[in-house]
């Protein structure tokens, strides 16, 4: 990737992420799992942020319009089914 890339300040945390695989032990205080979990919380919350902002960039639409979209294709190819059933039923009866 080239240098200067709006991408470029997320590769760091990023490689945090990766790198900061916390496995929750016995030996961590209640405080520290608590922090623990709230970093990831955070990291996941950003990862999203990140995704969404790739998908506006690729397709010019967010995550939930996509979600939108693929809800009403779905229930566009439901009512198709429905009429064709519906049309095949008709026409057996009419044989």
Same mark, same amino acid.
């Given at each position: ?8 300040? #997320?590769?760091?945390? /990023?490689?945090? /992420? ?27 919350? #950003? ?49």
């Amino acid at each position: 990737m080239k240098n200067g890339s709006i991408y470029e300040p #997320f590769y760091a945390k /990023i490689s945090r /992420i990766k790198e900061g695989k916390i496995s929750m032990s016995k030996t961590l205080k209640l405080s520290e799992q608590i922090e623990n979990i709230q970093q990831e919380i955070d990291d996941l919350k #950003f990862l999203k942020s990140l995704f969404d902002t790739a998908c506006k960039k690729e397709f010019g639409h967010s995550i939930s319009q996509i979600h939108k979209m693929i809800d009403a294709q779905e229930k566009y190819e439901a009512r198709k089914a429905a009429q064709q059933g519906q049309r095949n039923q008709l026409e057996r009866s009419e044989n």
